[in-house]
């Protein structure tokens, strides 16, 4: 677990969890001033659901990066997503829906 991404996120979101995916599981160091938390939580036909969410570093400041923000139904597609977004930095990262 990044320790840095995880005082950013808290930073960021004021200690408040995704409601949806509320359980963090991890928090990522992207580089290029990217952080990533990895959290899961049950959808209502009680199948998990993976919340991999960004914030970047913007100056002295960090920004919620909703445009990559993205929602899987399986761990290993959202740690895919998360591996992607490590390469690219976030700069080429698309969105897979």
Request: aromatic share 10%; charged share 25%.
């Amino acid at each position: 677990m990044n320790e840095r991404a995880k005082i950013i996120f808290n930073q960021v979101y004021k200690g408040q969890t995704n409601f949806i995916t509320p359980e963090i599981l991890d928090y990522f160091d992207l580089g290029n001033g990217l952080y990533a938390e990895l959290s899961q939580g049950e959808a209502e036909n009680h199948s998990m659901l993976y919340s991999v969410m960004v914030v970047q570093a913007n100056g002295k400041e960090y920004i919620k990066r909703d445009d990559l923000h993205q929602l899987f139904k399986n761990h290993k597609e959202a740690v895919k997503y998360i591996v992607q977004l490590q390469k690219g930095s976030g700069e080429n990262a698309e969105r897979s829906d």
